[in-house]
């Protein structure tokens, strides 16, 4: 009975999800049937109540619709704009420098905002018309934005930090922090990538003339804001004068100030924000409910102390664990949400990370930087729709084909960070206490 209460919940769960019912309701559907398979039906409604409750009342999840808000906010403040034309300003010059100045942009934005779509769009919006106007490969132009917004779940703050946080009873604060370098990491991966085609291939990527010195000097007072942002959230989590939740709090009324003082927000904004924000969290929530009961039914049904026992007693090298774990990840990334992958995989693939001896703060790297490729391959690859709809005259192949380098890249710093885990851990080690 307990080996049948497991595999028809997730065969039931795999046929949900293949027909097209919602995550949360095909997590909580499956949940629910394996639940009365193994305690009854009456025992199973009761549970249900508590872990609903339980799930979406804790105060780790209090940061959430703060830096939502927040994201929301920068999306519609033209704050996107201004960093790309100081970008411009600074590497335009270069050959690829319109590129490069949308990854540089799109590292910026994630530092203030945390929301990988959010990054693409806002971004996008202005750098891939502007690229393609100049004559750079279509491929090129889509597929750098498109992939450099998934640096706003790893450059700090991060919403797949705090789920995962939420899951692994790490601090969330030290996660934020594990991600900077790392995240500098990747854009430098991806600039230099940039700049290396270009110079072979200069035809499809032009750099720009008649930019003087006083110019760029000048596209530096559009960055006060951001900089204000960023020391506000990242620099009072790393001082210790702030948790993430403060943290949040100061990025949303920080945002919404400066926004109101540039006059970049009006009435009509404020309430396209708000029911936004609104609609953003009730999904997250929603999502945060199906996946934690289903995550607590697995544990229920000890599935997964059994995988961690099963994996741990083979006895091959950690690091084969670890790129075979990474190999799954990707793969489910290809169909779930990002959020859904992290709530479900972590209570399975954490005891087998720590028993083989690495750190779970590092784990979490690992795991946000593995779906970072999920949001560019399809069918879910929701950058790739995004850039699309800014975009629509380049068909969603050449945006793929584009992006195929860049995930390789992301792949290779992957393994730089499983190589060195000090580049994930370093920083946390030295914040303030």
């Known amino acids: 009975m307990a080996i049948l209460s497991t595999i028809v919940p997730i065969g039931l769960l795999i046929v949900l999800l293949l027909v097209g019912l919602p995550i949360a309701t095909s997590l909580l559907l499956a949940a629910f049937l394996g639940s ?3 305690v009854g039906f009456d025992a199973t ?3 249900l109540g508590v872990d609903i409750f339980g799930s979406v009342s ?10 939502v808000l927040m994201g929301e906010i920068l999306a519609v403040s033209g704050m996107g704009a201004q960093m790309f034309d100081a970008a411009i300003k600074w590497f335009g010059r270069f050959r690829g420098g319109l590129a490069i100045a949308s990854i540089v942009a799109c590292g910026i934005f994630a530092a203030m905002c945390g929301l990988s779509m959010a990054g693409a769009a806002t971004i996008g919006v202005v750098a891939i018309p502007e690229m393609i106007k100049r004559g750079y490969g279509k491929g090129l132009a889509t597929g750098s934005v498109a992939v450099a917004g998934t640096l706003g779940i ?8 705090i789920m995962y946080g939420l899951v692994a009873g790490v601090s969330i604060g030290q996660l934020f922090i594990a991600g900077i370098i790392p995240g500098i990491l990747l854009m430098v991966l991806f600039s230099g990538y940039v700049f290396v085609r270009a110079w072979r291939q200069p035809h499809i990527a032009p750099g720009l003339t008649g930019i003087t010195w006083k110019e760029r000097i000048f596209s530096l007072r559009k960055l006060w804001a951001a900089v204000l942002l960023i020391f506000a959230v990242l620099g009072s989590i790393y001082l210790g004068v702030a948790t993430p939740t403060e943290a949040a709090g100061l990025g949303a009324i920080g945002a919404l100030l400066i926004a109101l003082a540039q006059r970049t927000l009006g009435f009509k904004d ?3 924000v708000g029911r936004r924000t609104i609609v953003v969290v ?13 995550s607590h039914y697995l544990v229920i049904t000890g599935m ?16 084969v664990v670890i790129a075979g774990i990474s190999v799954i990840l990707i793969f489910l990334g290809c169909f779930l949400d990002s959020t859904a992958i992290i709530l479900i995989t972590t209570p399975v693939f954490l ?15 690992f795991l946000v930087m593995n779906i970072e490729i999920a949001f560019v391959t399809p069918p879910v690859g929701l950058n790739l729709y995004v850039v699309k709809n800014i975009a629509p005259e380049v068909p969603l192949a050449t945006i793929l084909k584009g992006s195929t380098p860049f995930l390789i890249l992301a792949v290779v710093g992957i393994g730089l960070v499983v190589a060195i885990p000090e580049l994930a851990l370093w920083l946390p080690s030295q914040m303030a206490k």
Do not use: E, H
């Not at 009730?282 to 289903?294: I, Q």
């Not at 997964?304 to 690091?319: E, F, M, R």
């Not at 005891?351 to 790297?365: A, C, E, H, M, S």
């Open 58 to 67: 804790k105060f780790l999840l209090t940061p959430i619709p703060l830096f």
């Open 270 to 272: 404020i309430v396209s």
């Open 351 to 365: 005891p087998v990370v720590t028993g083989l001896g690495f750190d779970p703060i590092w784990y979490g790297v």
């Open 45 to 47: 409604l009761s549970y």
């Open 154 to 161: 790893l450059i700090p703050p991060s919403l797949p930090f």
């Open 282 to 294: 009730g999904f997250a929530m929603f999502l945060v409910v199906g996946a934690m009961y289903f």
């Open 36 to 38: 009365t398979m193994l």
């Open 304 to 319: 997964t102390q059994a995988v961690s026992n099963w994996i741990v007693s083979l006895g091959v090298s950690p690091y």
